[in-house]
């Protein structure tokens, strides 16, 4: 069956609220409109529908109708049109929009206007500090990457516990155990290195914490409270499923955690509104400066991503280059530094295994 739908999904819009960062309205998809799109779930039925006495697909549509259910084929019109309404409002309205709407039906019946109210989540206004100067003192602060030689000793008898030795002092001949080292002076010199790569790797990853930390305390930013119940809500479906897993009630974890629900609530609802903060300050932060992700590196890294995480979507890791490339960009600009070329380190990447 041909659309032929044209018109607006909507009419007789009515803001009823707008605080905290969200705005709301009301309003109604015409009864012949939401029709039309019941037509069309219909016929998308009907190509697949069998009965006795039939060939698949070839059931007279007012029988698929009345085997169906008519409140059936109304709520799958109901959602095709909604989801055309929510975008042309916020287009006609102008609204520059983060997240998903929420959408409540007030009123749903066959062949009767559809009436239901819209909420949105607003991108706030960002004042940002003078981010440039915060990063910058942070990057150039000096310390040090040395390594003594009793973190040295201490990283050796971890070793030979992982491997299952007890820590003894090491000879050139049972240094080899280690790898390819002729004496306990190379393996020593090799951990160093190794060792100082790391402290170097932790600072690096605490000062950037450092940076984002400061500029998002220095900033003002009011983050939609829409934004925080919507994922507030995905939070603690999550939390829950992974207590599942692990066989514990909320209840068993509360009484190990020694916090009341509410507390807990506080705690995550705390951390959710603080990680929202952060990722609208960086974005406004990309957004003021223009920084986007080259294809030509997206491509990249692309290939480079397939290679390590061979079991993701083409749309996983785009989504993961392009994220890494923003990072490394951001950073680059708040440490005053030119950007990784081709965007930087796979071992970075989100979600890795």
Not at 42 to 70: N, Q, W, Y
Not at 103 to 126: C, G, Q, S, W
Not at 162 to 181: C, R, S
Not at 247 to 269: F, H, I, P, V, W
Request: hydrophobic share 40%.
């Amino acid at each position: 069956m041909e659309n032929n739908i044209t018109e607006r999904a909507y009419v007789k819009l009515k803001k009823i609220s707008s605080k905290n960062g969200d705005i709301e309205y009301q309003a109604e998809i015409p009864a012949d409109l939401l029709e039309q799109y019941v037509l069309r779930s219909l016929a998308a039925v009907a190509e697949d529908f069998a009965m006795p006495g039939f060939r698949k697909g070839k059931v007279p549509h007012e029988t698929v109708r009345a085997h169906v259910g008519e409140m059936e084929l109304l709520e799958d019109a109901a959602n095709d049109v909604l989801r055309e309404a929510m975008a042309e409002i916020a287009e006609d309205e102008h609204l520059e929009v983060i997240g998903r709407p929420q959408v409540t039906i007030t009123k749903i019946a066959p062949r009767n206007p559809l009436e239901f109210r819209i909420r949105y989540a607003l991108a706030p206004e960002v004042s940002l500090p003078d981010y440039r100067k915060i990063g910058k003192q942070i990057f150039d602060r000096e310390e040090s990457t040395d390594v003594s030689e009793k973190e040295i000793d201490e990283a050796i008898s971890r070793i030979q516990q992982m491997i299952g030795k007890e820590p003894a002092p090491l000879t050139d001949e049972t240094v080899a155990q280690f790898g390819n080292f002729a004496t306990v002076a190379d393996f020593r010199k090799e951990l160093k290195r190794q060792l100082e790569q790391e402290k170097a790797a932790h600072m690096k990853d605490g000062r950037r914490e450092e940076i984002v930390r400061d500029i998002v305390k220095q900033s003002k930013v009011k983050v939609p409270a829409l934004l925080v119940e919507q994922e507030f809500a995905d939070f603690v479906a999550e939390r829950n499923e992974r207590l599942k897993a692990a066989g514990l009630s909320l209840e068993e974890y509360l009484k190990q955690s020694g916090k009341t629900a509410e507390q807990l609530d506080n705690e995550e609802r705390k951390l959710i509104e603080n990680d929202l903060a952060t990722s609208l300050t960086v974005q406004a932060i990309r957004k003021k400066e223009n920084i986007v992700a080259d294809e030509r590196d997206v491509q990249i890294l692309i290939v480079q991503l397939k290679a390590r995480y061979p079991e993701r979507t083409d749309a996983e890791l785009r989504r993961t280059a392009e994220a890494l490339i923003l990072q490394d960009k951001v950073f680059a600009l708040l440490e005053g530094r030119q950007p990784a070329p081709e965007a930087g380190a796979v071992k970075d990447a989100p979600g890795g295994k």
